[in-house]
RNA sequence: GGUCCCAUCGUCAAGCGGUUAAGACACCACCCUUUCAAGGUGGUUUCAGCGGUUCGAAUCCGCUUGGGACUACCA
């Protein structure tokens, strides 16, 4: 069997768009799965366009999410080069021979609108698109304009009622007639080709066996298939994948875009998301693996993808799902890598808890969805601020306010005693006041965590709460909580 | 407007002529518990509509409706 070879073809635009990693990671995959390779080719054939650094962010994505690619600009395979702006001579030449084959031709009408209007509209029959003003020029008029160095530009010459199919290995054959086509631009008046045709050329030239590519290519896709057929080339087989849709604040849907959120993956790594946790759910997001496993290594992943599992169906980014996975990878991260990659979501936290953070991190691990989540995890330690008292009355632990007084009153003599504020000590001090009131442990540690802490969510129990903000603010905040239930009652 | 594509719980999705229509997220309840989370158990919720074909349709066909993409010298 020949080698599978697919490709990444992204524009340098600055950054990468969720979406458009999600067709690296199944172009990567399906590369994997077939023991294939897997290339890296810069489409930059928009110099207008032209980001300082982004290609840089193309690089740091691959590698940050380990989607390495067997060729590219930097690695060289014997398809170079990788780039398309270094490739202008390989598409000219390419042009020049489909107009010399008569499928394509030369075309001066230049940008300005009249050049495409009305008054040629009645000659073809079209109400779209160029009017193919310059399509039946003779070669004498072609080559006077070139002498007269007019700016031209090369078109790609539709035929006229007939029908093109192409197979699509998720959709299946589609048909269209070539009425509906565009006289599409191949070349544009800088010499550049578009990137219509670049990818047609390049595809070819670089062997790329199957193209995985979104969904909005389809309809440009007979396109392609005529120009494979006006050079006799065999095409590659096409992979369409549906697309990543946001939902709107007024339930529309729409393709994901940054007012749904973070769309680019260096902004949701910013947020605190994992790699591992992107990937492994964006995976999942149009294709299907068809059982009920749903977490899984880029290897099983690579293992498992074909294109069987690719769904047709446009998918809605789910936030909420994407948390769920990012809460699963950070608990399984090991103590020393989750206090590595909290490190730079604590720099606002208080001194106090940074210097405790060895501990306070254990209790972060596995109740966070996103590392952005600590600061507000934590926030009790230096806010304080009256909370209900019905809080202190629970129901589990019988627990009502007149009672929590008491616990209080009796309790904070006690902890004002701790020498050595540790959670252990503090901890010792409820389970004795516990034992001797013979209460259920849990009875004494609520009305204390609630006291000082203001809140009925924390991220740990008691004790570790209690150490937390310390000897000091503890003893504070139970004796202002004692003030405002005398006042009450 | 034209062309093309799509349609199973709120969301991701399995299903590919005969199923009690999987599973996950979310939600709810209960259990466990030193709070919360996690974990465990259970639950609510889906075949867009209408016609065919068939002994039998979520599955095949048609229409309707709804959604999306494309319609650049952008990719």
């Known amino acids: 069997m020949k080698e599978v070879r697919t490709r990444f073809a992204p524009s340098p635009t600055g950054y990468m768009h969720i979406g458009n990693l999600r067709t690296a990671l199944y172009a990567y995959l399906y590369a994997k799965h077939f023991d294939g390779k897997f290339v890296l080719r810069i489409e930059d054939t928009d110099q207008k366009r032209f980001v300082k650094g982004a290609t840089e962010v193309i690089y740091d994505t691959l590698k940050t999410t380990k989607l390495i690619h067997d060729e590219g600009p930097d690695k060289d395979g014997g398809y170079g080069p990788y780039v398309q702006s270094e490739r202008k001579e390989i598409y000219k030449k390419y042009a020049l021979e489909l107009v010399e084959k008569g499928y394509a031709y030369y075309c001066f009408c230049g940008q300005n609108e009249e050049e495409h209007g009305e008054d040629a509209e009645q000659e073809v029959e079209q109400t779209y698109g160029y009017n193919r003003h310059c399509r039946n020029l003779s070669k004498e008029e072609v080559e006077a304009n070139l002498k007269a160095g007019k700016s031209y530009v090369i078109r790609q010459k539709i035929p006229i009622d007939e029908t093109v199919t192409f197979h699509d290995e998720v959709y299946g054959d589609i048909t269209v007639e070539t009425n509906t086509l565009d006289d599409q631009i191949l070349l544009k008046s800088d010499g550049m080709p578009t990137y219509n045709f670049a990818n047609v050329i390049d595809d070819h030239l670089m062997n790329i066996t199957h193209i995985i590519r979104g969904k909005e290519y389809i309809s440009s896709t007979p396109k392609y298939q005529l120009l494979y057929n006006a050079f006799g080339w065999e095409s590659p087989k096409t992979m369409h994948v549906s697309t990543i849709m946001g939902k709107n604040a007024d339930g529309t849907v729409s393709k994901l875009s940054k007012r749904h959120g973070s769309v680019s993956f260096a902004k949701l790594l910013e947020e605190g998301y994992l790699p591992e946790a992107v990937l492994n759910y964006i995976a999942l997001l149009g294709w299907s693996p068809k059982m009920e496993q749903e977490i899984f290594s880029l290897e099983e992943l690579a293992k498992l993808f074909t294109e069987d599992g690719l769904v047709k169906t446009n998918a809605i980014f789910d936030y909420k799902k994407l948390d769920w996975f990012n809460n699963h990878y950070i608990s399984n991260l090991s103590h020393e890598e989750f206090v ?37 995890l934590f926030d009790f330690v230096e806010n304080y601020e009256d909370f209900d008292l019905m809080e202190l009355e629970n129901k589990k632990n019988k627990l009502d306010k007149q009672q929590s007084l008491e616990i209080l009153k009796e309790i904070l003599p006690q902890l004002e005693n701790i020498e050595d504020w540790t959670v252990e000590n503090i901890n010792k001090v409820a389970q004795d006041y516990a034992t001797q009131k013979e209460y259920k442990i849990g009875k004494v540690m609520w009305p204390l965590r609630v006291a000082v802490t203001g809140k009925v969510v924390t991220p740990g129990g008691g004790g570790e709460m209690l150490y937390l903000v310390g000897k000091e603010k503890s003893v504070e905040r139970i004796n202002k909580t004692i003030e405002r239930l005398l006042k009450e009652i």
């Open 340 to 376: 590595e990659h909290s490190k730079k979501y604590i720099e606002t936290l208080p001194q106090d808890l940074k210097d405790k953070w060895d501990f306070a991190s254990t209790l972060a691990q596995g109740r966070i969805d996103k590392f952005s989540q600590i600061a507000e």
